[in-house]
């Protein structure tokens, strides 16, 4: 059974596009024949795609002028944005006793506020429209926790909050929003944060998936097949792996 999405004449936001998942997620949406709008602070890769159907931002979302500015020019080119992928994030492992002020509100700043300003940017469009997908990223360790990772932890169960409201406010315009926890994958943000002997432990245990893994669940929420989807995290968990005998 194979499942394919065609997005042909759609289009798509993705912020944090660079790397990971939102590199990947891009990828897929150019595949299905999307016009992806991609953005990050790093670009290289971005610029490597060589695609005509992807353009490419240069985007700090801590900057709230600059995010005005971005969406403003955006609907002088596009007159909607059919879904959005809001992958943008950082993870610094530091204690609580250890951790700076400027550390802590690094986190908040990117991983919370950040996609609030997207987010803010996005809801006159989609309503307007009255139809559209926003997803928003969260993570296991905004309820399960880990050392050293108090800031990213809290910045993620905001991110929860964030889309139980928004999804209040957005029901009655056909407009969707959802959280996606996408479970322990290799992304940079990932493999910066974690010790050798963490990342082992897990490629040992729960397994570690790809980037290219995660997309298929992000196509489905930003597909007319979820319209009935709003307001909820959705759980990728893996199997763990069996022990070897």
Partial sequence: MKVTYDFSSKIVLIAGAGSGIGLAITRTCLQAGATVLASD???DALLNLKHPACEITRLDITDSAAITFYFKNLLKRHQRIDAAVLASGIQERISVESMRDFEWQKHIDVNLTGIFYMVRSLFPIMKNQRAGSIVVFTSGLATQGYPGA???????????GLVKSAAQELKDHGVRINAVSPGITHTPLFHESATAEEVKMYEESLGVSLPEEVAPM??????????SISGNVIERRLIPKKPNP
Avoid at 150 to 158: E, L
């Fill in 218 to 227: 992000l196509m489905h929420l930003i597909s007319d097949g979820a319209t």
């Fill in 41 to 43: 602070i790093k670009i």
């Fill in 150 to 160: 108090t800031a990213y932890g809290a910045s993620k169960a905001g991110l929860i």
